[in-house]
């Protein structure tokens, strides 16, 4: 086919002819212009002697395979769209590829519809306006560029890469250290960043009320369904679907969440007809799966097909040199928010933050910084502030200081001062002592302590 100035181009490299065939027919019918190449060579002759739009490439190929293609293409032609198509022995060698710089890769066989449309969506985006800026999310900091430590560096850079495709992500981390945030973020800076970023909480949610959550159901479909209902799966269509605490989930609910990602069609309890949905999977955890696997409590085909990419969070303690940045933003939005003169921080109480721990990490830092705005005398922040917060003692040392007392009136007192520090937010104090929610809950109805009335002291 011959190339016009209204066209797009579309380059096709692949060893098998078949491929390359079934390919220029299928795209050919949409209006787009097909170029054919058999290998890597013969298709870096043709961007250099034509205009391409975007690239459809095999990764296994001989003599030059699909990496190096990629990388010939990001040094000579940065900026034009790679997508892979690979076996799915050959996986691996794809995810690779889109952290590398690849925008996509589809599995063989794949479905030909889907890749035109996938193909005609990402030409359509390349011509358009450059997408707008992230918006955070409430609560964000917007200082993901400015971060300081090479480790979140490298991490953000990885974030751009992913965002780019639609590849399953699964983001791991400590408690407190900004998984959901992440997960945003290659949301906001993805193809679906106006669509739907649905959240669900699998550690929060009892174990029978997940599965109508995700899959919804149908009206009289079990006791107290008095009505249809959406799952949030279905709710996320076109958007991403994002599970935290995955690692929480029932074995039931994983058979029916790898069915949900190998068939991409959903059906409500109670209902007989599938839906289809298309959404992008982001799983986060701070449990060990591979432990997981090991123990029997986790599906290794499960954890397979949400790892696509792995990113992994520092904890703060590793990350001290972004700090700094984070207590400076938190002050900041903290003044506004309390409608308080602007804050000083000392160079003393700048020191005494960055040497502290952190187990809760920025969830805890952000927690106690609004704690120490509120407590802080003539707009001076010093370390005493954050005494009051209780954030200078881990649950180890306030057991120690209060060896005159029974171990459980210890154990019972340091949850207390917990609670106390994040108004009763069960979640949260679990995160400040370093403890699952299941424990903390234990605790709690352990010493009859009524969390619910916890008020913070700041």
């Given at each position: ?150 480790a979140m560096q490298n991490l953000h850079g990885l974030v ?29 800076l993805g193809q679906r960043q106006k669509k739907p970023f ?261």
């Open positions: 086919m011959k190339n016009t100035d209204q066209s797009k181009t579309v380059l096709v490299v692949d060893d098998d002819h078949n491929v390359l065939e079934v390919l220029d027919a299928r795209l050919s019918s949409c209006g787009l212009t097909v170029y054919k190449a058999d290998g890597g060579r013969k298709a870096l002759q043709m961007l250099d002697t034509h205009r391409i739009d975007l690239v459809v490439s095999d990764v296994k190929m001989p003599e030059m395979d699909g990496m190096t293609l990629l990388s010939e293409i990001i040094r000579t032609q940065p900026g034009l769209p790679v997508i892979f198509l690979t076996a799915y022995a050959n996986v691996p060698d794809a995810v690779k590829a889109v952290r590398f710089g690849a925008v996509d890769y589809v599995e063989k066989p794949f479905d030909g519809k889907a890749l035109t449309e996938k193909i005609k969506m990402m030409l359509d985006e390349s011509e358009g306006p450059a997408p707008p800026q992230p918006v955070d999310p409430p609560g964000g900091t917007h200082i993901d560029e400015d971060v300081k430590s090479p751009k890469k992913v965002a780019r495709s639609s590849v399953n992500v699964l983001i791991l981390g400590e408690s407190g250290v900004g998984k959901e945030r992440i997960a945003n973020r290659i949301h906001l649905v959240v669900v909480d699998c550690g929060a949610t009892p174990a029978g009320l997940l599965e109508s959550e995700l899959f919804g159901h149908l009206k009289g479909s079990f006791t107290h369904a008095v009505a249809d209902k959406k799952g949030l799966i279905e709710t996320a269509d076109t958007g991403t679907l994002f599970l935290d605490e995955i690692g929480n989930i029932s074995h039931e609910m994983q058979i029916r969440l790898l069915r949900f990602i190998e068939d991409r069609t959903i059906r409500r309890i109670g209902g007989l007809k599938g839906t289809p949905v298309d959404c992008r999977i982001i799983a986060a955890t701070n449990a060990d799966l591979g432990e997981a696997i090991k123990a029997g409590r986790f599906r290794e085909d499960l954890f397979f097909r949400l790892r696509v990419v792995t990113l992994t969070i520092p904890p703060l303690r590793e990350r001290k040199a972004d700090i700094p940045l984070l207590v400076d933003h938190f002050t900041s939005q903290y003044c506004s928010q309390h409608n308080v003169k602007p804050v000083m921080v000392l160079k003393e109480t700048m020191d005494w933050l960055c040497d502290y721990s952190w187990p809760g990490n920025v969830r805890e830092l952000k927690n106690a910084i609004e704690g120490g705005i509120v407590m802080c005398r003539n707009n001076v922040l010093r370390p005493e502030d954050f005494h009051v917060a209780g954030i200078t003692r881990t649950c180890s040392e306030s057991m120690s200081d209060e060896s005159c007392l029974s171990l459980e009136e210890s154990e019972k007192n340091t949850i207390l001062r917990a609670l106390e520090q994040t108004g009763g937010v069960q979640k949260e104090a679990a995160d400040v002592l370093g403890i699952s929610r299941r424990a903390i809950h234990y605790k709690i109805k352990k010493y009859g302590i009524d969390a619910g009335s916890i008020k913070a002291r700041y």
